[in-house]
């Protein structure tokens, strides 16, 4: 097993060298032409991160990514290494540097055997239903994605104050975290599908405490100043339109700021919405909308 998840990342980084070749043919015909690496970042806590960024020195505004969480320890390590990439590449195309990290605990970190003393880093558990921790975990998260900002601004890869945090699930739940700390960096977030806590046992809609959710949120909300957009699918069946509108109402009733949009059903899962390419013509216009208001 040890010997099977180094082998896992050469596969990825073999497939990544493929996609490059492939985009880096793409953006020939491009209007902005724009680049995609695999970074490994040298942060307190050091992991990879997938970026795509316009060809030049910059600096760039900077986007950060969050991906959702698995709470398989198999499942993390076959993770994909680029979850957004036709997401991504929207927003490098229209100038920005953006960096999806790939968290600690996943690919070759993923191992998880306590009964021989292994111990993957993964530090997103929310523990038991009875009792679940929502908040501390999203912070983790938020700390990271600030470590990512000092990083990029000290290397002056990005132009400061003009950075816009996104996330997707678990991720989403983070990047709302993140906005209870008002990073002065940070202009604007955007949420797909955020929360924590969804599709107990596999069962769809069978949130883990839906109430400590809604608790969690209004708790971020308290301090959260930071313009937010939430985007929410019809057919999410992680975080349904009762829970997620539940959800926003406490964070705004705290005192956050946040857009809340529902959109109609897509495909067979809402939740993973932003990983279509497909969706980009559908949540594009909001997201162009929303960032506009925020110069």
């Known amino acids: 097993m040890r010997l099977q998840s180094p082998v896992r990342w050469l596969l990825w980084t073999l497939a990544f060298l493929a996609l490059i070749a492939s985009a880096r043919a793409d953006d020939q015909s491009a209007a902005r032409r724009i680049q995609e690496e695999i970074w490994a970042l040298p ?3 050091p992991m990879f991160a997938y970026v795509v960024r316009p060809v030049g020195d910059g600096p760039f505004p900077l986007v950060i990514m969050n991906h959702g969480v698995s709470l398989n ?3 993390r390590s076959f993770f994909p290494l680029v979850e957004f990439r036709d997401a991504a590449k929207w927003f490098a ?3 920005h540097l953006v960096v ?7 690919g070759a970190s993923a191992i998880d055997i306590p009964e021989r003393g292994i111990y993957g880093p993964f530090f997103s558990k929310v523990g038991k239903c009875t009792n679940p921790d929502f908040r501390s975990p999203g912070l983790a998260v938020a700390q990271v994605d600030l470590w990512i900002i000092d990083y ?5 890869r990005i132009i400061p104050k003009d950075v816009v945090v996104i996330g997707q ?9 993140l906005s209870s700390l008002n990073p002065p960096a940070v202009k604007a977030i955007i949420t797909f599908a955020a929360g924590r806590g969804g599709r107990v046992g596999g069962k769809p809609n069978n949130n883990c405490a839906p109430d400590k959710l809604v608790e969690a949120a209004a708790e971020f909300g308290r301090t959260s100043r930071i313009p937010m957009l ?6 999410d069946t992680f975080f349904g339109p009762a829970l997620s509108k539940r959800m926003h109402a406490a964070f705004t009733a705290a005192g956050g700021k946040a857009e809340y949009h529902l959109m109609p059903p897509f495909g067979n899962e809402g939740h993973f919405f932003i990983g279509s390419p497909d969706a980009i ?6 997201v162009e909308k929303f960032l506009e208001a925020q110069k």
């Open 43 to 45: 942060l307190p806590l």
């Open 73 to 75: 320890p198999t499942e």
């Open 93 to 95: 195309n229209r100038g």
């Open 100 to 106: 999806a990290p790939v968290g600690s605990g996943y």
């Open 152 to 156: 990029m601004a000290i290397e002056k």
């Open 169 to 177: 699930s678990a991720g989403g739940w983070a990047s709302i975290a």
């Open 230 to 235: 939430w985007i929410y699918i019809d057919n």
């Open 281 to 286: 013509p559908l949540w594009s216009p909001l």
